[in-house]
C-alpha cells in the first residue's frame, strides 16, 4: 500500500485558502458585476 | 463508460447554459448564478449562460488590478485562482474532458467524416504562450490612461466566445451590427479557421490555444486523481493513441499536461489492463487483461 500522497491535499487547501481570502475581499460582487453585462469588447464587437 | 462521459458532458452543458428565456428578453441571464465559476470554457456573454467563464474573469481582474489598487481594493483574482486551484490539484485536467462544453462541442465536431490529420506535438506549447501572454501579462501591462487593461484574450482570440456569444448576440440584438468592425472579423477568420481544424483534428484548440486547459495542465503531475501506468501488461500497441480525444501514447507518461481523464483508453482501447488510474494512492481498480498478445 502506497503512502497517501501529502502534495494534493496541500495544494488544495492552500488554493481553498486563496479563494477564500479572495470571498473575504469582495471578488465576488465583482465577478458578478463582469460576468451579468453584455462584455462587447470582450466579443470582438465594439 | 463512455456512454456516462457523454451524458455528464451533456448535462454540464445544458447545466452551463440553462438561461433559455434569452430568445424572449434578448438579452444575458443577469443573475447570482454568474458569480459563480464554471470548471470548463464557456464565456458568460454567451446569452443562455448561468455562469462566469474562470478565463475571462481572471483577466477582469488582471486588467483591473492597477485602478482597484489606487481605490484600496485588493482584488488580484484570488477567488478565481484559488477556484481553480482547487480543481486542479483534485482532479487535473479531468473538467476538460468530462464537463468543458467547447471539448464537448469538438469532439463532437471531429466525428465527421473527413480526412484527418496529426498534431505535432510542439503545437501544445501555444496554450501556454497564449495564458501567459493573453490572459496575465497583456491584460496587466496595456492599461489606458485610467490604468484599465483589457481581456486580450477574449477580445482578439477566444472562438467560444465568438460562437456562444459573439454571433448570438449579433442575431438577438441586430443593432450592434453598427459596432462589427476589424476585430470581429479577425475573431471571426479564428473561429472559422478552428472549426476547420475541429473536423481534421483531434480538440486542436484544447491543444494548442485553451488557456484553461493549460492551467488544469500543470496539475496533472500532483492531483490527487491519478492516471497509473502498468509497463509489466503494456505492449505498446498504440490502441491508446487510436482511441484518445487528446492524442496521446498512455505509456510515454501517463499523467502527461495533455491527458484529460476521460479514461477512454482505460474502458474501451486497452485490451491488456495496462492502465488504471488512483485515488491519493488508494487501491486501484483495473480492467481484466485478455491476452498479451497486440491486436491486428
Redesign the interface.
Known amino acids: ?5 501529502k ?3 496541500f ?2 487547501v ?10 473575504n ?8 458585476e ?13 | 463508460m463512455d456512454w456516462l462521459r457523454r451524458w455528464i458532458q451533456v448535462l454540464a452543458t445544458i447545466v452551463s447554459n440553462a438561461f433559455w428565456k434569452f430568445p424572449a428578453t434578448r438579452m444575458i441571464y443577469q443573475g447570482p448564478l454568474k458569480s459563480v465559476c464554471l470548471p470548463g470554457l464557456n464565456c458568460y456573454s454567451c446569452p443562455a449562460a448561468t455562469g462566469a467563464c474562470p478565463i475571462g474573469a481572471l483577466q477582469h481582474f488582471m486588467a483591473g488590478v492597477r485602478p482597484a489598487l489606487q481605490a484600496a481594493r485588493f482584488h488580484f483574482g484570488l477567488y478565481v485562482i484559488g477556484f481553480l486551484g482547487i480543481i486542479g490539484s483534485l482532479a487535473g485536467r479531468m473538467p476538460c474532458g468530462w464537463v468543458c462544453p467547447f471539448g464537448f462541442f469538438q469532439e463532437l465536431m471531429y466525428k465527421i467524416p473527413s480526412p484527418k490529420w496529426t498534431l505535432p506535438k510542439w503545437m501544445g506549447v501555444g496554450k501556454y504562450v497564449f495564458l501567459v501572454l493573453f490572459v496575465l501579462v497583456l491584460p496587466l501591462a496595456v492599461v489606458d490612461e485610467f490604468g484599465y487593461g483589457q481581456t486580450w484574450y477574449c477580445k482578439t482570440i477566444c472562438p467560444a466566445g465568438t460562437l456562444e456569444a459573439g454571433l448570438p448576440m449579433l442575431h438577438l440584438q441586430p443593432q450592434l451590427k453598427t459596432l462589427v468592425g476589424l476585430l470581429f472579423y479577425g475573431k471571426l477568420a479564428i473561429l472559422i479557421g478552428f472549426l476547420g481544424w475541429m473536423v481534421a483534428s483531434r480538440r486542436p484548440f484544447c491543444r494548442t490555444a485553451c488557456p484553461l486547459g493549460a492551467i488544469y495542465s500543470l496539475f496533472n503531475r500532483v492531483s490527487l486523481f491519478r492516471m497509473v501506468h502498468h509497463p509489466d501488461l503494456c505492449v505498446r500497441c498504440d490502441a491508446c493513441y487510436q482511441g484518445c480525444p487528446m492524442g496521446i501514447r498512455f505509456y510515454e507518461g501517463p499523467n502527461q499536461t495533455d491527458c484529460i481523464r476521460c479514461l477512454k483508453c482505460l474502458r474501451q482501447s486497452c485490451k491488456f489492463g495496462a492502465i488504471s488510474w488512483e485515488i491519493a494512492s488508494g487501491p486501484v481498480p483495473r480492467s481484466e487483461p485478455e491476452s498479451k498478445e497486440a491486436p491486428g
Open positions: 500500500m502506497k503512502s497517501f500522497p502534495a494534493p491535499l495544494l488544495a492552500f488554493f481553498l485558502l486563496l479563494c477564500l481570502a479572495g470571498i475581499l469582495g471578488e465576488v460582487p465583482s465577478v458578478l463582469k460576468a451579468a453585462r453584455i462584455c462587447l469588447s470582450c466579443i470582438g464587437i465594439g
